[in-house]
């Protein structure tokens, strides 16, 4: 396995874990796995039936403007959600660096529950007037505040139980059943689509998804209460113990490992705004933009997770034997390479042409996306991991996964052109093999000869 994560005195590495940690049962491995799965399907299954319930939200939440209007004021809310999740990332990762990966990941997911159920309850615009908005962005940020711990706290657990010729299949766990409460949701809403019509969809239909997150979460929190950390931050968490005090894992990370930080943030960079881009908002793209009717376009979709999830563990196998950052340098070249000539061909009046350029662009993601957890969890030691990855991570989310929606709704308005969200994450793309390159050619601590 080609990690190449160096040796230093501060820096207890992945790829030599302890004796008790390769002596871990499958049935411990298994349950981790479980846990860390239901807490991140449960998350982005409430994103996708917020992403492709778009259309309806609008206006039942913003009655008063116009189409167009009204859809970018839905995504905005969906934008301003993200603001909490830095600070949170620094919130989850101070709990999970000095508590307990376990005590983080157990209450983010009940405050994500709640606040995800409360949504179902929200009464319209048509109700209580400007107070609903005003509530549905409350819910959204409380949302986005638990949810930035999720992500990365399900990585660092399942890195740190996962064998250690196995972290990368392992980690990749994680943005597949992210994935896969996406493609839930898109069979749940096509379903509601299908069976319910547009009265039903817009009195009581859009509430359903939102509360099955109570008992999603409840199942999730049940089976998280009974895991435990891995044996290699209950080692470092009993010697950190006898220490004297140090500082907040935030502060060390920042004055530590900038050069980490900025490599994390880049590549996250393309996973925010292609994952929320290709996956959240193109049924959304596919039926305002192109006119494709709505179960065309939720069939589409369906197809594109699918072969996305299966792509995910494939690359996540793959990054143990060749290494993470060169798969996601391949991601990034093949986005900058081909993402406009595939957006020119889903404008040629083909459903089949778009399912196509949306399974490749898909597989182009998970290149990046199957190897992303592990690669930022060998990028910060155990005392800083969860808080470095939370932190890095939720930043670059903040910037430009929560508001990919917004930004590509808002260009294509501004400049008439379908092709614009293809320019866009050209140039994010751009900007996270930037980040790659010069970061590992400079004096990255520790050291990634992947």
């Known amino acids: 396995m080609a990690t190449g994560l160096g040796s230093h005195p501060d820096f207890p590495s992945l790829s030599t874990p302890t004796a008790q940690t390769q002596a871990a049962n499958a049935s411990s491995l298994r349950r981790a796995g479980i846990a860390c799965f239901i807490g991140n399907f449960v998350e982005w299954f409430d994103y996708a039936s917020y992403g492709f319930m778009a259309a309806l939200i609008a206006r ?12 970018i004021a839905t995504f905005l809310v969906f934008a301003l959600s993200f603001l909490v999740r830095p600070l949170g990332g ?19 997911i009940i405050i994500m529950s709640i606040a995800t159920f409360c949504i179902a309850l929200l009464p319209t615009y048509q109700a209580i007037g400007i107070a609903a908005p005003c509530l549905l962005l409350t819910c959204r940020l409380v949302q986005g505040f638990s949810a930035s711990g999720e992500y990365a706290g399900a990585a ?5 139980h ?3 010729n196995q972290k990368g299949f392992y980690a990749s766990l994680v943005p597949a059943s992210a994935a896969a409460g996406l493609l839930f949701g898109s069979l749940f809403v096509s379903g509601l689509y299908a069976w319910l019509d547009s009265e039903q969809l817009l009195t009581w239909g859009w509430r359903i998804p939102f509360a099955l997150a109570a008992p999603f979460g409840m199942i999730g929190l049940y089976i998280r209460l009974h895991l435990e950390d891995a044996q290699e931050f209950v080692q470092f968490q009993q010697a950190q113990k006898q220490a004297a005090s140090q500082p907040a894992p935030i502060r060390k990370v920042l004055s530590q490992y900038p050069l980490n930080l900025m490599a994390a943030f880049g590549v996250t960079s393309l996973n925010a705004v292609g994952f929320y881009l290709l996956l959240s908002y193109m049924p959304t793209y596919l039926m305002v933009e192109l006119a494709i009717p709505e179960t065309q376009a939720f069939a589409i979709s369906t197809a594109t997770l699918s072969c996305y999830i299966i792509a995910v563990f494939a690359v996540g196998k793959l990054s143990d034997r060749i290494g993470r950052r060169r798969l ?14 595939l957006f020119h061909l889903m404008g040629q009046d083909s459903l089949l042409l778009v399912l196509l350029v949306q399974i490749l662009l898909g597989l182009f993601l998970a290149l990046n996306d199957g190897t992303l957890s592990c690669y930022l969890c060998e990028l910060f030691p155990t005392n800083v991991r969860y808080s470095g990855f939370a932190f890095s ?7 430009f996964g929560g508001t990919a ?17 293809g320019y866009y994450l050209i140039i994010v793309a751009f900007l996270a ?3 790659i390159l010069y970061s590992h050619k400079s004096r990255m601590k520790p050291t990634d000869n992947a």
């Open 60 to 71: 039942l939440f913003f009655p008063e403007y116009d189409n167009s209007a009204a859809l």
């Open 90 to 108: 620094v919130f989850w990762g101070h709990i999970g660096d000095r508590i307990g990966r376990k005590s983080a990941l157990s209450l983010s």
């Open 156 to 160: 660092t657990f399942l890195t740190e």
């Open 162 to 164: 996962a064998p250690c």
């Open 328 to 341: 996601l340098i391949y991601a990034s070249v093949c986005f900058i390479l081909f993402t406009l000539p």
């Open 393 to 399: 991570f939720n930043s670059a989310n903040a910037l």
């Open 405 to 421: 929606p917004l930004v590509a709704t808002t260009l294509i308005q501004v400049t008439g052109s379908t092709m614009a969200p």
């Open 433 to 435: 093999l930037t980040a």
